[in-house]
C-alpha cells in the first residue's frame, strides 16, 4: 500500500478554560495513480487520514475536520462538525 497522503504540519494547543488539549494536522493528499478511480482514492484517503490522526486518541475524544485548498482560496471550506472519535468515520466524508 502506497502512501496517499503528507503530513505538512502538526501543533499542539492546551485549552484550559475547557481543561482540553487540541491537537491540528495540516496534510496534502497526494493524486491518484493514473488507473485508479478518483473516488475510491479519495474514501481510501481519508480512512488512511482518520487511522492515522486518531492513533493516539480515546473512543470519548472529540474530532472536527475541517477541509479546504489552499491553492484556490475561493473554493469554500467544508467540515464535519465535532463529534465523538467512536462516531467519525470516512463514511461521514
Known sequence: M???FTVDGESTSRYSRFNATGTQ???RLLPPPPDSDPITHFI???????????????????????ISNEENMQDK?????FRRRDQLSADVI
Do not use: C, H, N, P
Request: charged content about 25%; overall charge negative.
Open 25 to 27: 494536522l495540516t496534510v
Open 44 to 66: 481510501d484517503s481519508m480512512s488512511d487520514l482518520f487511522e492515522y490522526a486518531l492513533r493516539i486518541s480515546d473512543v470519548s475524544d472529540m474530532v472536527g475536520v475541517k
Open 77 to 81: 471550506t467544508i467540515g464535519i462538525s
Open 2 to 4: 502506497s502512501q496517499r
